[in-house]
Structure formats: C-alpha cells, structure tokens
C-alpha cells in the first residue's frame, strides 16, 4: 500500500488512523455482527453513534443549548436553497460575494425573494475580502450571509463582517473545524463535510433555535424543512448514516489532538510553511492579498500556463495529488486541510524549490 500527499480541495486527505479504524469495523461493527452501513438507522447501536458524534462536535465547537445540530444530506450546495426557504420572512437578504459559492447562494435566493449584494470582490477576481465594517445592510434584511472560506480563491475572513444586528448566516465548508468559532455570532453555521470531517453526502447545519420555525416560504418541500429534521434529531428519514459515523470518529481524532485551538496552531504552522516560500520564491507567487489568505486552500501560480502544467504533472508523478487549481481560475491550489500532516507541506515544498531551481 502506498499513500500520496492528496492537496485535494475535496473530498480530500482523512485522518490515516480514523480510515484505519473504519476498516478494522468493517465487518462487524462493535460485536453487532455487521457493518455500519447495513444497520438500521432506528437501531439502538446507531442511535449511540449519532448521539456520541453530535456530543463529541457540540463539545469541540461549544455549541451553546440554544442551537441545533442537524446532519442532513443535499451537500453544501442544498443549503443554498434551503436557508432562504427557511429564513427568509421578509423575502430580503443581504449577501457578500467573495468567490464562486459565495455567488451561487446569492443566485439561488433570488429565486425565493429579493437578495442583495452588499459587497463584493470580483473585481479583482475575488483575491481578497471586502471591508465590511460599514456595510449598506437593508433594515428588513433577514440575514446576512457569507462564505467564510472561499475554497477556490483561498481567502477567508479573518473578522466576522458588522452585521449590524442582523442573523450571520455563513457557509464553512471548507473551513469547518480547522481553529475555534464563537457559535453564538451566527444564527446558522454550515458546511458539506467532505473537505475536513469526512465523506461526501452529509451536511451539517447548526442554527440557532429561534431560526427553527413552521413559517417557511410556500411551496417549501417537507425535506427542506429544518423544523421537519431538528425535531426527529435528524432521523426524519433515513439519514447518511455511513457518513456521519466517519464524521464521528473524526471528531474523536479531533478531541484527542487536543482540539480546535491545537488545530489552529498545527495550521498555521502548516501554512506559513507554505506561503513563506511562497513569499521569497522567485517563479511561484501566491494569489491572494497576505491579510485574507486561507489556512486551508492555498492558490499559486508561476505565470505561465505552460509551466503550470508541467508543475501539476511533474508533481503528480512525484506523489503530491490534485495540485491543479480550480478549473475557473487554473494555475495551482494546495488544500491543506486538517488531515493533511506537516511532512507533506514540507516535502511540497522542498519539490517546489526543487522545481525552481530546475525552471529558473
Ligand atoms: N461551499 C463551499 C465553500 C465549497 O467549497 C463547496 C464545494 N467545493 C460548496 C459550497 C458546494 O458543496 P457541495 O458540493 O457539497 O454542494
């Protein structure tokens, strides 16, 4: 067996362990004599995983009381739907468009009443992020929403905007649980999981109760209701079971790293690793203004298309995987997520330097 460096933006890099673990219990679960995906999902054994998955997260996140922890399905991409249907009372929103999911959000609301770009920073191809300290935010504004890492620009907000008293709405997919988050500045948090928790195929959304209502825009289909999954404790229908009890062992490998605060700190470290030779490099040149760069996806070009190219191959042949950038925006991208260890940073690097010295 041999295993690659993965920079995939996702799904990307798990846990070696929490796959090692999966595969141990393949078999028979705990002694229950089969595997976790054939169980029941109303069975006593899966009830304990899904219980212990959203304690273990409620205890890494300190998700307050007050909100719910609701693991659903639809990827990220449903969210863009389902938080205007459900949210959205007097059919306004305000939106901040920092990169490509940022805009389908914002695109999928107009569907559902009248949503508003309050900033945006595609005019210099969303490399960094707006200032929103004063922002233009409608009084009757439902919410405010953000993408607080942008995935394929490699930014993320380093302060949460002024929302000027309104409900933050942000998607954290591609930064979910890499550092702490003070839950009680947003009245929703939510995030496909398949880039730092586990498989494709769950979501999860944790909202503020008072969120959670029966008044949902007409038409709004009985699965798209967060009321509908909070009060069947998602167990309205037959959820990603597989999934979430892969989410679950993460959030096991996360508490025993010692959390998110040692997961900030093994991130930054990771980073500046990164973006340091980035910053002294001669032939690559991050694209990213320094005070929005991401700690998790890292954009990088050469300036020449040509060269690019033969980097992603030459890289591909040495072991580092999905290094070619977003196909909107190409040159490079390295995700270095959660599970991504410090050993591959750094032997990305010292390929890169290699790379330079050989292309100079
Ligand atoms: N939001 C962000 C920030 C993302 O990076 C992605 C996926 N790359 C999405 C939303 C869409 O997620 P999904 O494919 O789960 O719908």
Known sequence: MSRVYNFSAGPAVLPEEVLKEAADEMLDYKGSGMSVMEMSHRSKVYDNIIKEAEADLRELMNIPDNYKVLFLQGGASQQFAMIP???????????????????????????????????????????????????????????????????????????????KGHTLVADVSSCFLSEPVDVTKYGVIYGGVQKNIGPAGVVI??????????????????????KIHADADSLYN?????????????????????????????????????????????????????????????????GNEELDAKFVKEAKEAGFENLKGHRTVGGMRASIYNAMPKEGVEKLVEFMREFEKNNA
């Open 85 to 163: 249907m459900n949210l959205m009372k007097n059919k306004k929103a305000a939106y901040i468009i920092t990169g490509q999911w940022a805009k389908k959000a914002w695109k999928e609301a107009q569907i559902y009443g009248d949503a508003v770009a309050v900033a945006s920073s595609e005019d210099k191809t969303f490399s960094y992020i707006p200032d929103c300290s004063d922002l233009d935010i409608p009084e009757d504004a439902d919410y405010v929403y953000i993408c607080e890492n942008n995935t394929i620009y490699g930014t993320k907000y380093k302060k949460l905007p002024n929302t």
């Open 205 to 226: 959304v944790i909202i503020r109760e008072d969120l959670i209502t029966e008044d949902t825009l007409p038409g709004t289909p009985t699965m798209l209701k967060y």
């Open 238 to 302: 037959t959820p990603p079971a597989y999934g979430i009890y892969i989410c679950g062992k993460v959030f096991k490998w996360l508490k025993k790293m010692g959390g998110l605060s040692v997961m900030k700190e093994r991130n930054e470290e990771k980073a500046k690793i990164l973006y340091d030779f980035l910053d002294q490099s001669k032939l690559f040149k991050g694209t990213v203004v320094k005070e929005d760069r991401s700690l998790m996806n890292v954009p990088f070009v050469t």
